[in-house]
């Protein structure tokens, strides 16, 4: 099973991802409510306590890596949940949380214009605004 990201944990929880990545942490947070499926039950894990000390610090990187490493243990003592957070984890790699890096390249000569950018948000506009229409006899609208 791939690691889990805090750094994933910390932008859901934060709100990262708008709508896409609230969903996903309430996803997460219906995964780690589920009961525990383990036939025994000896060691009890923390997700719950550690999930919900992230909601009430949700910057805590060391909060969000102490609940990556409780999900993973968990996971590694029942299979159900194992699979359930790795779906969970596919799905909430893909919710556009503000990290990543972008590779662009631009060669050939004069490209003119080149706007290289991961995430836009609003217009962008290249040289001088357009004269205004000109009306019937040079008059402008």
């Not at 025994?40 to 909601?55: I, M």
């Not at 949940?81 to 000569?109: C, I, P, Q, Y």
Request: aromatic share 4%.
């Amino acid at each position: 099973m791939d690691p889990i990201s805090a750094a994933l944990l910390v932008a859901l929880v934060s709100g990262a991802g708008g709508a896409a990545g609230t969903q996903a942490w309430a996803a997460l947070g219906e995964l780690v409510r589920r009961p525990f499926q383990r036939a025994d039950r000896t060691e009890p894990v923390p997700a719950l306590r550690e999930l919900e000390a992230l909601e009430g610090s949700p910057r805590d990187t060391g909060r969000a890596q102490a609940l990556a490493e409780v999900l993973q243990r968990r996971a590694a003592h029942d299979p159900d949940f194992a699979r359930s957070l790795m779906a969970w984890l596919e799905e909430a790699k893909a919710v556009s949380t503000g990290s990543g890096d972008v590779h662009n390249t631009v060669s050939g000569g004069s490209q003119g214009n080149v706007l290289q950018v991961r995430d836009l948000h609003g217009s962008v506009t290249f040289g001088t605004p357009a004269a205004p229409d000109a009306g019937p006899a040079g008059q402008t609208n």
